[in-house]
T-cell receptor, first 113, second 114 residues
Framework: GIQVEQSPPDLILQEGANSTLRCNFSDSVNNLQWFHQNPWGQLINLFYIPSGTKQNGRLSATTVATERYSLLYISSSQTTDSGVYFCAVAEYPTTDSWGKLQFGAGTQVVVTP | EAQVTQNPRYLITVTGKKLTVTCSQNMNHEYMSWYRQDPGLGLRQIYYSMNVEVTDKGDVPEGYKVSRKEKRNFPLILESPSPNQTSLYFC?????????????FGQGTRLTVV
């Protein structure tokens, strides 16, 4: 199956700092999403970004599918950005299966005041 | 508001007592699935459904049942829960087969089996 690797595994930021999270995947994909899991456990959709660049407020993401990676940028971080960030790609175990999301292990982000 | 709704959010139960976690989506999505999240193991797919009355096993289906009698609902049934099913459960839906559509997740159900 597709391997999804995220780095770094942990990140501690001072409020106001910028950071970049990386997601590498082992095979070509045409479906990639970024999620934020908040301290209450909820999975929040951040970006659906199979290729190109998208921005939403202080967050932006870039996927270079041909080079098999995606980046999530957090600018001017706030304490509410704390949590775990996951990337996930669609995987098809068989040619006629309906697919599943293969998640990376996540990046744990802590933003301190 | 487009959303996936799971209930309950939190549940503590005893071994062997049947329970159902409900999942409902209001986006007319064809595809729905259940995942469980465990420390060190990440998120793993339990079951998925391509449409009404069409379901199939994911990676970790043992001990679970599902049904899809209506397009909007996809309940997860634990007929005889055991402590190893203590986990955080997520229901997800997407418009069609992935890709090219994104998946939306419910709020999660934190289940403890004692």
């Amino acid at each position: 199956g597709i391997q999804v690797e995220q780095s770094p595994p942990d990140l501690i930021l001072q409020e106001g700092a910028n950071s970049t999270l990386r997601c590498n995947f082992s095979d070509s994909v045409n479906n990639l999403q970024w999620f934020h899991q908040n301290p209450w456990g909820q999975l929040i959709n951040l970006f659906y970004i199979p290729s190109g660049t998208k921005q939403n407020g202080r967050l932006s993401a870039t996927t270079v599918a041909t080079e098999r990676y995606s980046l999530l940028y957090i600018s001017s971080s706030q304490t509410t950005d704390s949590g775990v960030y996951f990337c996930a790609v669609a995987e098809y175990p068989t040619t006629d299966s309906w697919g599943k999301l293969q998640f990376g292990a996540g990046t744990q982000v802590v933003v301190t005041p | 508001e487009a959303q996936v709704t799971q209930n309950p959010r939190y549940l503590i139960t005893v071994t062997g007592k049947k329970l159902t976690v409900t999942c409902s989506q209001n986006m007319n999505h064809e595809y729905m699935s259940w995942y469980r999240q465990d420390p060190g193991l990440g998120l793993r797919q339990i079951y998925y459904s391509m449409n009404v009355e069409v379901t199939d096993k994911g990676d970790v289906p043992e001990g679970y049942k599902v049904s899809r009698k209506e397009k909007r609902n996809f309940p997860l049934i634990l007929e005889s829960p055991s402590p190893n099913q203590t986990s955080l459960y997520f229901c997800a839906s997407s418009l069609t087969r992935l890709p090219p559509t994104e998946a939306f997740f419910g709020q999660g159900t934190r289940l403890t089996v004692v």
